[in-house]
């Protein structure tokens, strides 16, 4: 197992377009999490699926956010009409039902220009 | 609600040196989690130790160690004899299991600088 994969590593884009990143967790692992960091700040949680099921929200994931987990595997997270506000880390973790600690990936550090 | 403080930003110390990292968390919950993560410039978090709010048993392994004081709010971390390695950021996280999604709630991070 190669741990939590995600894809772009980097990405540039121009305000008003739309991202879409990608995350692959850790095969047998129920829980993904989203957190968006900023520089010099601690990861903030964006969203939590277990399996499909997106479970929870933050109050931070604006109607310009949306993720998915189609089949319980990998999952995308996707911003539409993008603001310079949104340049940040994306990290991505999973884990499984019993609470283990979580996997992050290497993140997809957006620049919105 | 839950919250972290890390109150130390940088820390810059020569090699061989030990360094303490500062944990404080805010909780109404009997029942939580702590943990510490590494992020190193190429910028994946790794997992170093989780903790739950029943088990103050002090944890040494290899030249980290950790000190959980319930009385204090705190969770701190110590590097004995550091090395340039140990270079990164270093994060403190507590989650809580009443909602059952065992998010992490995460302190600002301390970076710390190991000088050869």
């Known amino acids: 197992d190669t741990g939590v994969s995600q894809d772009p590593r980097h990405k540039i884009t121009k305000r008003g377009q739309n991202v879409t990143f990608r995350c692959d967790p850790i095969s047998e692992h129920n829980r993904l999490y989203w957190y968006r960091q900023t520089l010099g700040q601690g990861p903030e949680f964006l969203t939590y699926f277990q399996n499909e099921a997106q479970l929870e929200k933050s109050r931070l994931l604006s109607d310009r956010f949306s993720a998915e987990r189609p089949k319980g595997s990998f999952s995308t997270l996707e911003i539409q009409r993008t603001e310079q506000g949104d340049s940040a880390m994306y990290l991505c973790?999973?884990?499984?039902?019993?609470?283990?600690?979580?996997?992050f990936g290497n993140g997809t550090r957006l620049t919105v220009t | 609600a839950q919250k972290v403080t890390q109150a130390q930003t940088e820390i810059s110390v020569v090699e061989k040196e030990d360094v303490t990292l500062d944990c404080v968390y805010e909780t109404r919950d009997t029942t939580y989690y702590l943990f510490w993560y590494k992020q190193p410039p190429s910028g994946e978090l790794v997992f170093l130790i989780r903790r739950n709010s029943f088990d103050e048993q002090n944890e040494i392994s290899g030249r980290y160690s950790w000190n959980f004081q319930k009385s204090t709010s705190s969770f701190n971390f110590t590097i004995t004899a550091s090395q340039v390695v140990d270079s990164a950021v270093y994060f403190c996280a507590l989650s809580v299991p009443e909602s059952n999604d065992y998010k992490l709630s995460f302190g600002a991070g301390t970076t710390v600088t190991v000088r050869a």
């Open positions: 973790a999973s884990g499984d039902l019993d609470n283990s600690p979580l996997h």
